[in-house]
């Protein structure tokens, strides 16, 4: 077993990069670091996770000028956490940025042939 601090570990320098290539503030909060993963399973985390925080980053949190016009603090809270529910083992990605824009992403989804235009009305 593992703790999965060995790969939580990655993101510190991935969002402090991605914050400076967006030019976004972004705080990364990380929790439940001790929670212990077969080796296995910690190594095939690293991508999937790696995606969704920057996935976050790019798409969720907002830059300093937009967040502060929305009431916002300037900087972004980005939330890795791990724990057990039972005998599963949780992990979570929380940011408090802006969530999802429906209407762009079905309009994408219509553009790439995902979803038939008549459909999706």
């Known amino acids: 077993m593992v703790q999965i601090s060995t ?4 993101f510190s320098r ?9 030019g976004k503030k972004v705080n ?5 670091e001790s929670t212990e993963l077969d080796k296995k399973v910690i190594d095939a985390l690293g991508e999937p ?9 790019d798409h969720g949190i907002e830059t300093p000028a937009e967040r502060l016009s929305a009431g916002k ?7 890795l956490n791990s724990y057990q529910g039972g005998s599963n083992i949780m ?5 408090d940025g802006r ?6 992403i079905l ?4 553009e790439k042939g995902l979803v038939n235009p008549t459909e999706a009305s």
């Open 14 to 22: 991935l969002v402090r990069d991605l914050s400076l290539e967006t």
């Open 107 to 110: 309009s994408k989804a219509i």
């Open 73 to 79: 603090s300037e900087t972004g809270t980005l939330e």
């Open 28 to 32: 990364l909060v990380l929790s439940g």
């Open 99 to 104: 969530g999802l824009d429906s209407e762009k």
């Open 91 to 95: 992990v979570e990605i929380r940011d």
């Open 7 to 10: 790969v939580f570990r990655r």
């Open 49 to 57: 996770l790696l995606h969704l925080i920057r996935n976050s980053v």
